[in-house]
């Protein structure tokens, strides 16, 4: 009998929610109000502000994602990020917004989820992929030069596959060779917002893939600002994708 799992590691999860007020629009704002709190941690803000990299960008997936939830400021932490937050709940951020009611869930110790690789006899998870912001700057020029919807669908596929298995990479030692996933649907593909000023496609897709991801993942660019962030697509949800 086959097993249906090929690949299992756990996944430390840290949540924190407050009733900051905070549209999507002021999520960067708010990261950088934070950031200045937490300077000397680079899981905040992405840089590196020694010595020998003062304010050099970290091209690495965000451990700690800022987030806008029915209009408040929320957060997430991932494993090694973890310990960071909760250390930001318990000081800095309280000391800044002193009326806020913030809390860090779980509230005792961490969360632990598992990602897991499924073997080839169990069905495909499917998730919604919300405010998918795919392209970097080069990216979308190029893009926009595509000839036809055709070409322009399978620059997307091929963005989605990659973004996927480099997020999964960076929680977990999964072997992305054997990593299936596949863009099922496009819910919208013409939407466009400003991320620092520039003009970016988003769009809400769905994905099929071998992997059980653990809560909050989010995939695609800027996912420190809120975009990308992963639902998993359950019963009567996923027979109306099907049947579309």
Not at 39 to 48: K, S, V
Not at 130 to 141: G, I, V
Not at 146 to 160: D, G, K, Y
Request: charged share 20%; with cysteine.
């Amino acid at each position: 009998m086959k097993q249906s799992t090929l690949f299992q590691e756990t996944v430390d999860i840290l949540k924190l929610e407050t009733d900051i007020p905070c549209l999507p629009e002021d999520i960067q704002g708010f990261r950088n109000r934070v950031g200045r709190m937490r300077r000397d941690d680079a899981f905040f803000h992405n840089h590196d502000n020694s010595t020998e990299g003062l304010g050099k960008v970290l091209y690495r997936y965000p451990l700690i994602q800022y987030r806008s939830v029915q209009g408040q400021a929320h957060m997430v932490a991932f494993n090694e990020a973890c310990p960071s937050l909760l250390h930001l709940a318990d000081g800095d951020l309280q000391a800044q917004f002193p009326q806020a009611t913030i809390t860090c869930y779980p509230k005792h110790g961490l969360r632990k989820q598992y990602l897991r690789l499924l073997n080839s006899d169990q069905p495909l998870r499917v998730y919604k992929v919300l405010e998918y912001k795919p392209f970097s700057n080069q990216d979308y020029a190029l893009y926009k030069r595509l000839p036809n919807f055709q070409a322009r669908v399978s620059f997307l596929e091929r963005t989605v596959e990659r973004q996927f298995r480099a997020a999964i990479r960076a929680l977990a030692r999964v072997p992305t060779q054997e990593v299936l996933v596949q863009l099922a649907d496009i819910d919208y593909f013409s939407k466009s917002t400003r991320v620092h000023g520039v003009a970016h496609l988003v769009c809400d897709i769905y994905i099929q893939t071998n992997v059980l991801v653990p809560d909050n993942l989010s995939i695609g660019n800027d996912v420190a600002y809120g975009f990308g962030v992963l639902i998993k697509i359950i019963g009567h949800m996923l027979f109306d994708i099907l049947v579309k």
